[in-house]
């Protein structure tokens, strides 16, 4: 007899004498019925006891959260809500879990306080559904980019450089910060640090991935990458995981096209795949919906939403058509925005954003050539000298999703945009070869992994999409 999973079992097609299944109890009802759940899927299977049969003693340990090795036959199920159950003839307890004090009851927890259990929390209905979905959502976008002909790359997570160049970067050193080195006029000495320098942690692979996009053609990162942003918001991380794909001899239209089509791709994959977790996640938000006054309710179902982006064309609209938009907007003129737009050049705030593609498009979004001066120094520069070719994803209930651009191939310009916001040649010396030898036109984007899957789940707090979210004044477990 071989242990087989309770989604094995579930979708098993003939009825099955003497099967074996282990897992952790969900409930035990009427000393008779055991839900039981092992993660594989969102059901659970439902165990039959006959009490009769059972020590008593050993009965009394089959708590909620306890994990048990059951044996018994499958069979049709007498109840309703279920097609299969398991009439129990062997049951063991391989691990109690202790009534008075197990966090997770069979009752409705807030997220607040499954937060302060995230070790514990994967075992509610709502946290399994979202981390299978993370997974899939994972595996999804490395079969797109293995089908489409692009290389895995693994950037460095320690590295010298500031990609974004905002400064949010948390520092890497051995030195004894208590106690550090000091060269003569009084600064830090690096040069006696673990690396000879002065090094952090990673806020982008995008430079790295470059350096391979000129040789390898199309390649990708997906990995963790880290900012000391100080904002305490639903949809920031300092710790969280970012896709970026790089392509030689694509323009921001091939940009475009590219992340559109790998959007829509990896939101189909968990469509098809992973029907049970979205219905499940799907009737949550439906009865959260509920409880909320007309005007705030979503518009869209969650699987509804997602049908509808892999269905419909990204809206493609210019910053500065956005800006005119936004200028003459209800909101603008009503002074209901936090941050009012009233000339070309402002940066957009995620109200904004929202307002765009909540409001008047109604659809996800991309905007390009933004001004130059609120974006990233290695994002080509148009021929109006003012804007470059970039671009953001807007999508609903998140806002910014992607971010990406066309990059500054020409060396002189590059300089001197390096110039312009104090980048010292010589701590991108080999960046700029790539200017030297065989410069050429490409492109490439960021996708902040926890932002898609919380679109794709529908989960409003990006603390809930990642295992154990690293934000300020947070770092447990
Ligand atoms: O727009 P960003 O800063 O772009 C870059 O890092 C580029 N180097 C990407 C590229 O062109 N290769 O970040 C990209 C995406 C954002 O659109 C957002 O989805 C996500 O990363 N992101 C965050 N997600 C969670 N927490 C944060 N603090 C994030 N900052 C950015
Ligand atoms: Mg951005």
Same mark, same amino acid.
């Given at each position: 007899?071989?242990?087989?999973?309770?989604?094995?079992?579930? +979708?098993?097609?003939?009825?099955?004498?003497?099967?074996?299944?282990?897992?952790?109890?969900?409930?035990?009802?009427?000393?008779?019925?055991?839900?039981?759940?092992?993660?594989?899927?969102?059901? /659970?299977?439902?165990?039959? &006891?006959?009490?009769? /049969?059972?020590?008593?003693?050993?009965?009394?340990?089959?708590?909620?959260?306890?994990?048990?090795?059951?044996?018994?036959?499958?069979?049709?199920?007498?109840?309703? #809500?279920?097609?299969?159950?398991?009439?129990?003839?062997?049951?063991?307890?391989?691990?109690?879990?202790?009534?008075?004090?197990?966090?997770?009851?069979?009752?409705?927890?807030?997220?607040?306080?499954?937060?302060?259990?995230?070790?514990?929390?994967?075992?509610?209905?709502?946290?399994?559904?979202?981390? *299978?979905?993370?997974?899939?959502?994972?595996?999804?976008?490395?079969?797109?980019?293995?089908?489409?002909?692009? $290389? $895995?790359?693994?950037?460095?997570?320690?590295?010298?450089?500031?990609?974004?160049?905002?400064?949010?970067?948390?520092?890497?050193?051995?030195?004894?910060?208590? /106690?550090?080195?000091?060269?003569?006029?009084?600064?830090?000495?690096?040069?006696?640090? @673990?690396?000879?320098?002065?090094?952090?942690?990673?806020?982008?692979?995008?430079?790295?991935?470059?350096?391979?996009?000129?040789?390898?053609?199309?390649?990708?990162?997906?990995?963790?990458?880290?900012? !000391?942003? +100080?904002?305490?918001?639903?949809?920031?991380?300092?710790? @969280?995981?970012?896709?970026?794909?790089?392509?030689?001899?694509?323009?921001? !239209?091939? +940009?475009?096209?590219?992340?559109?089509?790998?959007?829509?791709?990896?939101? /189909?994959?968990?469509?098809?795949?992973?029907?049970?977790?979205?219905?499940?996640?799907?009737?949550?938000?439906?009865?959260?919906?509920?409880?909320?006054?007309?005007?705030? *309710?979503?518009?869209?179902?969650?699987?509804?939403?997602?049908?509808?982006?892999?269905?419909?064309? @990204?809206?493609?609209?210019? $910053? =500065?058509?956005?800006?005119?938009?936004?200028?003459?907007?209800?909101?603008?003129?009503?002074?209901?925005?936090?941050?009012?737009?009233?000339?070309?050049? !402002?940066?957009?705030?995620?109200?904004?954003?929202? @307002?765009?593609?909540?409001?008047?498009?109604?659809?996800?979004?991309?905007?390009?050539?933004?001004?130059?001066?609120?974006?990233?120094? $290695?994002? *080509?520069?148009?021929?109006?000298?003012? =804007? &470059?070719?970039?671009?953001?994803?807007?999508?609903?209930?998140?806002?910014?999703?992607? #971010?990406?651009?066309?990059?500054?191939?020409?060396?002189?310009?590059?300089?001197?945009?390096?110039?312009?916001?104090?980048?010292?040649?010589?701590?991108?010396?080999?960046?700029?070869?790539?200017?030297?030898?065989?410069?050429?036109?490409?492109?490439?984007?960021?996708?902040?992994?926890?932002?898609?899957?919380?679109?794709?789940?529908?989960?409003?707090?990006?603390?809930?999409?990642?295992?154990?979210?690293?934000?300020?004044? +947070?770092?447990?477990?």
């Amino acid at each position: 007899m071989q242990s087989k999973t309770v989604s094995d079992l579930l +979708n098993q097609d003939i009825l099955l004498q003497e099967v074996e299944v282990k897992g952790w109890v969900r409930t035990f009802r009427a000393n008779r019925f055991i839900a039981l759940n092992d993660g594989s899927t969102i059901n /659970n299977i439902q165990c039959v &006891v006959d009490f009769e /049969n059972f020590d008593e003693g050993l009965l009394k340990r089959v708590t909620t959260g306890a994990a048990i090795h059951i044996k018994g036959d499958l069979v049709e199920s007498q109840g309703k #809500g279920q097609t299969v159950e398991i009439q129990v003839k062997q049951l063991d307890v391989l691990g109690d879990s202790d009534v008075e004090t197990y966090p997770i009851q069979p009752k409705k927890h807030s997220f607040e306080f499954l937060r302060e259990n995230a070790h514990l929390r994967t075992r509610t209905n709502t946290f399994s559904a979202v981390m *299978r979905l993370r997974s899939a959502l994972s595996f999804a976008i490395h079969k797109y980019f293995n089908e489409n002909g692009f $290389y $895995y790359m693994h950037a460095p997570i320690i590295t010298g450089s500031d990609a974004e160049g905002a400064g949010e970067m948390f520092q890497v050193t051995n030195l004894n910060i208590e /106690n550090t080195p000091k060269t003569e006029d009084g600064k830090v000495d690096y040069s006696q640090d @673990f690396f000879g320098k002065e090094t952090n942690l990673t806020v982008s692979g995008q430079l790295e991935a470059e350096t391979y996009a000129m040789s390898l053609g199309k390649v990708y990162t997906f990995g963790p990458t880290f900012r !000391a942003e +100080n904002s305490n918001t639903s949809r920031h991380l300092a710790e @969280f995981w970012m896709i970026e794909p790089e392509v030689a001899f694509m323009d921001l !239209a091939g +940009n475009m096209d590219l992340a559109e089509d790998f959007m829509k791709s990896v939101i /189909n994959y968990v469509l098809v795949n992973n029907k049970e977790d979205l219905e499940f996640l799907d009737k949550r938000l439906e009865d959260e919906d509920k409880k909320k006054p007309q005007a705030e *309710r979503s518009p869209m179902g969650l699987i509804e939403k997602l049908n509808f982006v892999t269905e419909n064309n @990204f809206k493609r609209v210019s $910053y =500065t058509e956005a800006i005119d938009i936004l200028r003459n907007s209800k909101p603008n003129k009503k002074k209901k925005f936090k941050y009012l737009i009233d000339e070309w050049g !402002a940066d957009l705030q995620s109200e904004h954003e929202r @307002f765009l593609v909540e409001k008047h498009f109604k659809c996800p979004v991309i905007l390009f050539d933004y001004p130059a001066n609120i974006k990233a120094f $290695y994002m *080509r520069l148009n021929d109006d000298g003012k =804007t &470059v070719r970039a671009m953001d994803i807007l999508f609903p209930g998140i806002g910014e999703i992607v #971010g990406g651009a066309q990059r500054e191939e020409r060396l002189e310009v590059l300089k001197e945009k390096m110039a312009a916001i104090d980048i010292p040649e010589e701590d991108l010396w080999w960046y700029l070869d790539l200017r030297k030898f065989g410069t050429a036109v490409h492109s490439g984007f960021g996708l902040g992994f926890e932002r898609l899957v919380m679109f794709a789940t529908g989960m409003s707090n990006i603390r809930d999409v990642i295992p154990f979210p690293r934000t300020p004044q +947070n770092a447990e477990f």
